[in-house]
């Protein structure tokens, strides 16, 4: 069996990451090239700031402790 030396593997694995990070991102850039329009399935931007509405401590607790346990935590 070949032995290997720490220094060649560091390099080894610095070359396999590199490769998964471009390959990764190409995808991406790939898709970002396109012409096409938007979808008019995005929604209209909200207005900023949003306006301050006064919340009820125990409904939010509620609904807090609903969706905690209805997705799972």
């Known amino acids: ?3 290997i030396s720490r220094k060649e593997f560091l390099k080894g694995v610095g070359k396999a990451v590199a490769g998964v990070t471009v390959v990764g ?3 991406s850039v790939l898709t970002g ?3 096409a ?3 008019s399935a995005v929604a209209e931007k909200p207005q900023w700031p949003f306006p301050y509405k006064k919340l009820d401590p125990e409904k939010v607790l509620a609904r807090g ?3 905690y346990k209805e ?3």
Do not use: H, V
């Open 71 to 73: 997705k799972g935590g």
């Open 65 to 67: 402790f609903k969706g």
């Open 1 to 3: 069996m070949a032995e």
């Open 33 to 35: 090239c396109t012409t």
């Open 37 to 39: 329009e938007p979808t």
């Open 25 to 27: 991102t190409l995808g």
